[in-house]
């Protein structure tokens, strides 16, 4: 996020714009004061290569009341700020959206209650947004890849070599949960890019039998010379009637089945924190570059876009579009309708 920050700063200040930085997501928009500071361009100095956000980050529960959202009105509008770059996960950006439709109404109601002048309304019409999305799940429908996931899968490879080494040294099984969410994406990419067994994801639950499956299939590692077995267990791995698959369970069955002891490791937040890989890096610097292109570029009439990376290229899509579309993918798990939540989630 940190790369995307940066960007977003340069590339404002080269077009001639005042920047501002929000601290601590909507809150510092709500806290105003030290929570919403204007940056120069050596401010962003040194941030490429750190991992998380230096500006830190909240869930603001303030800013889904419209009470909260009128205090951060005011406090834009008092700085002149009448444009908003968010990266955020799709509950920071359907707020945005809120925001951003409601932005009339608000401002009339600080003027009706004397918080603002017509004249500081009069000169701020409309509210120009663009969202980006960081989020190590890589779940926005539309896109291939979202702020902080490669990263995110580099941390849990790392892992998994150093898994490996242990797992060969004792001929050992180990069950390895990563995170994702609703999302498979990092633990089929990390049983790929590991070289691993046996991987549960929530979009493509196993059949019925799947355990004795899995066990044979490690069986037939060991027996074909490998050292160690690993299997990926997406935090949100289901099976086909819809209930939970636990890293413990898995455990459980490996030690039942195939007579083994195996272990359990949670990767848990490491997989959030640390620096960021190049790829995140470089896509996120073109993120920024363009997301302030793109608020700088839009009037009130403007559609809200959100911008995403799709193979080497940056897409813009319909903001709550494809909000919506990747809020359903989870509804569709829920139902149990497989077919219907892949093939929306590889949609274009
Ligand atoms: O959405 C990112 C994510 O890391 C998910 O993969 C995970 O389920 C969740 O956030 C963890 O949230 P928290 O940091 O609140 O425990």
Redesign the pocket.
């Known amino acids: 996020m940190n790369a995307a920050v940066r960007a977003v700063v340069r590339t404002a200040l080269t077009r001639h714009a005042e920047v501002f930085v929000i601290y601590e997501g909507y809150q510092g928009m709500i806290d105003g004061g030290e929570g919403i500071r204007q940056f120069q361009w050596d401010d962003v100095g040194a941030i490429l290569g750190k991992g998380g956000t230096v500006i830190g980050t909240y869930r603001s529960k303030e800013f889904r009341e419209r009470e909260g959202r009128l205090k951060a009105a005011r406090n834009l509008v008092d700085r002149g700020i009448d444009r908003l770059v968010v990266v955020g ?1 799709d509950g920071s950006l359907t707020g945005l959206d809120t925001f951003r439709s409601e932005w009339p109404g608000l401002l009339d109601d600080l003027v009706r209650d004397g918080r603002l002048s017509a004249q500081q309304v009069a000169d701020h019409p409309a509210l120009m947004i663009a969202g980006l999305v960081g ?3 890589n779940d926005l429908v539309g896109t291939d890849s979202t702020i902080g996931a490669d990263s995110a899968l580099h941390r849990i490879i790392e892992a998994i070599d150093a898994i490996t080494s242990t797992a060969a040294s004792h001929q050992r099984s180990f069950v390895v949960e990563v ?3 609703h999302c498979g994406y990092l633990a089929l990419m990390a049983a790929v890019a590991g070289g691993c067994d046996y991987v549960l994801i929530p979009e493509d639950p196993p059949q019925p039998g799947w355990e004795e499956d899995m066990c044979a299939q490690l069986r037939r590692g060991r027996q074909a010379g490998r050292r160690e077995s690993i299997v990926i267990v997406a ?1 949100g791995a289901r099976d086909r009637d819809g209930k939970p698959i636990t890293s413990s369970y898995v455990r459980d069955t490996i030690d039942r089945i195939n007579h083994e002891d195996a272990r359990v490791t949670i990767l848990g ?1 490491v ?2 924190g640390g620096r960021p890989s190049a790829f995140d890096r470089w896509a996120s610097t073109w993120l920024g570059y363009e997301a302030a292109q793109q608020v700088i570029n839009s009037d009130k009439d403007s559609p809200a876009m959100v911008l995403g990376m799709r193979g080497a290229a940056v897409v813009r899509l319909p903001l709550m579009d494809a909000v919506s579309a990747t809020r359903r993918v989870p509804e569709l798990i829920e139902a149990r309708k497989y077919e219907d939540a892949m093939a929306l989630r590889s949609a274009d």
């Open positions: 996960g989020s190590i799940d995170m994702g969410r935090e937040h997989q959030r």
